[in-house]
């Protein structure tokens, strides 16, 4: 795994890289596929990275969005795995172990460790979570939690 100021470094860039892509840009989609995918290519950690959209015709469920990697579920009911639990809670969920994590959903069996964080606009809306899965076990810190919230918050809200 990478040293943990490595992994800062790389947060910070590629922060400052999907800002500059996306800055004048107000389609969602667009950004959440820019987000995706430079996070995706930016950490050997990352197995499968990409958004579950707030589906506007059934407010208590997750519909697939823009992602990179294998192909992912198209739909999670709230509460549901991590992502129902992340959208529920509005809480970022780190699971270190994908099989320890009661009602997780395997997407991908090679999945086994992830971050998910909710994305929630300036008004105090929920309108997605963002999914990040590893194919090894406990990848994901605060190193984690902090690069993706900030980048989340500053590409969301
Ligand atoms: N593992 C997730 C499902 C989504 S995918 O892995 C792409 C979960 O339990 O929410």
Not at 37 to 48: G, K, P, S, V
Not at 90 to 115: K, M, N, P, W, Y
Not at 130 to 152: M, Y
Request: aromatic fraction near 8%; charged fraction near 20%; charge should be negative.
């Amino acid at each position: 795994m990478m040293t943990a100021e490595k992994k800062k470094y790389r947060y910070a860039e590629a922060a400052k890289e999907i800002a500059a892509v996306i800055d004048g840009e107000d389609n969602l989609i667009a950004r959440m596929a820019t987000v995706s995918n430079i996070l995706h290519h930016a950490f050997d950690h990352y197995f499968w990275t990409g958004f579950y959209l707030v589906d506007p015709n059934k407010p208590d469920a997750l519909v697939i969005g823009p992602y990179q990697g294998s192909l992912g579920c198209l739909r999670i009911a709230f509460g549901k795995g991590v992502c129902g639990t992340a959208a529920t809670t509005r809480q970022t969920q780190i699971v270190g172990d994908v099989h320890a994590f009661a009602g997780h959903i395997a997407c991908d069996a090679r999945s086994l460790s992830e971050i998910v964080v909710p994305v929630v606009t300036a008004a105090g809306d929920l309108i997605a979570v963002l999914d990040v899965d590893s194919d090894q076990k406990g990848q994901f810190d605060e190193i984690d939690r902090e690069g993706l919230e900030r980048i989340i918050q500053a590409s969301f809200s």
